[in-house]
């Protein structure tokens, strides 16, 4: 295979490819001993690891609208009429920490 252009200084690379081994290898002695992984056990692994980020996904997710939902409680009844959201709370808190601060 040959590449040409800004792939390195050098204007052209040559690859040369070689054929797989084949997939059928034998062997004679046991090697059950050694600790390499099953393509099963990967797969747990790798479905349990998606399934504990999906949890703290979930979890960050939650904090995050309990934060919310805590903001709206200390807003003035008026902005209470409707559910806001997160942007609407955000707006609503910052008019009414400017309105607080033009009191004081």
Known sequence: IQLAGPFCADPVVTFHVYPETPNQVTCSEDLSFLPFMSEHLIAENFYTFIRKRNERERQRVKCVNEGYAKLRHHLPKEYLEKRLSK????RAAIKYISYLQSVL
């Open 87 to 90: 942007v609407e709370t955000l």
